[in-house]
């Protein structure tokens, strides 16, 4: 299912720059955005990035972090969602080492989140990735947060109250309850602190050549929460500009920082197209695919059936060598 957004009302401003993040950083006043969300190079060799030392590629991202301390507002927050970084087959969990940086700045971590998605690369020498972070900061205690934005139906909106003086009334909020931090998408949206939204791989509707592409959804959730209408959002590694179509399709105004040309002309053909309404997209509120027993792609190949029949009995002769009665009568219990 595709959604085209079609009756958009009135959408922010926006601005995308083609330059050097931390060049464009240092022209941009102080206190300027209420929401910095972004997914900064992993330092994996992606054709947008040099691949260097651990330890330098943090030095590079600190300077950066620096000036986008100094641009957030009193009442900000800063959504930086990472993965892994890989030498040699070992891996290092970017998070652990970006939140000393963020804590050296003073900023406080609200909720560590995970963002669970099915699909990618299959691994042959460790468990495959299926997940990676999205670390929530706040720069003061006084930030925003709209709670009723996000709010999700209660699971017993029945429950009464059953002592002191509203002991008979609905215990709960008429406009549903407080969210935990792992959401699911639908029903389970909010329940817990994963969120479980596709990747953007090939099969999927907002797919551009750009190789780590942010799905539009997992922007909406930080916008509608940590921002206001009227708010400047802030992208200093925008890409195709996922973020700034999430801001700005919800009346927040926006500002890209991407250093590739090709990849700024693409997110203005995708701003372009939200604005007329063709700008292809997964809803927010869209389930997860689960493919039904009866389609091809979920049956055992025929192979694999013999190849585990072959391995059964290997197996069974390995472990009983001397007693095949023995052997009959395991499988049989089975």
């Not at 963002?115 to 900061?137: D, I, M, P, Q, V």
């Not at 959401?183 to 389970?188: A, D, F, G, K, P």
């Not at 009227?230 to 801001?247: K, M, Q």
């Amino acid at each position: 299912m595709l959604q085209l957004f079609k009756q958009i009302v009135k959408t922010g401003s926006y601005d995308i720059k083609n330059g050097e993040c931390l060049d464009t950083l240092r022209n941009i006043e102080s206190g300027k955005f209420d929401l910095i969300v972004t997914s900064p190079p992993y330092n994996v060799g992606k054709e947008y990035e040099t691949k260097t030392s651990i330890e330098k590629y943090l030095e590079t991202q600190e300077e950066i972090i620096d000036e986008l301390v100094r641009t957030l507002s009193g009442k900000g927050n800063l959504c930086w969602q990472v993965g892994n970084y890989v030498d040699r087959g070992e891996i290092f969990p970017l998070d652990i080492y970006y939140y000393q940086i963020f804590k050296k700045h003073g900023l406080k971590l609200r909720n560590r989140i995970i963002w669970h998605f099915g699909h990618g690369l299959h691994a042959s020498n460790r468990f495959s990735g299926r997940y990676e972070t999205l670390l929530w900061f706040s720069k003061t205690d006084d930030y925003i947060f709209n709670l009723d934005e996000v709010r999700i139906p209660s699971k017993y909106p029945g429950k009464l109250h059953f002592k002191g003086p509203n002991r008979g009334k609905p215990s709960g909020n008429p406009l549903g309850k407080n969210p935990s931090d792992i959401w699911e998408v639908m029903e389970q949206d909010w329940e817990k602190a994963m969120w479980n939204i596709p990747n953007v791989k090939n099969n999927h509707p907002e797919k551009t050549p750009h190789p780590c592409q942010f799905p539009i959804e997992l922007v909406e959730r930080c916008v509608l929460a940590l921002s206001n209408e009227g708010s400047w959002v802030l992208d200093p590694f925008a890409g195709v500009c996922s973020t700034v179509i999430g801001a700005i399709m919800h009346n927040r105004n926006a500002l890209g920082i991407e250093r590739e040309k090709e990849y700024c002309k693409i997110a203005e053909d995708r701003i372009h197209d939200l604005k007329e309404g063709k700008l292809k997209m997964r809803p927010m509120t869209q389930t997860i695919h689960v493919p039904s027993p009866n389609d091809k792609i979920t049956k055992v190949p025929t192979e694999w059936v013999e190849q585990s029949a072959l391995f059964e009995k290997s197996n069974q002769r390995r472990l009983f060598p001397n007693n095949e009665n023995n052997a009959k009568v395991l499988t049989s219990k089975r």
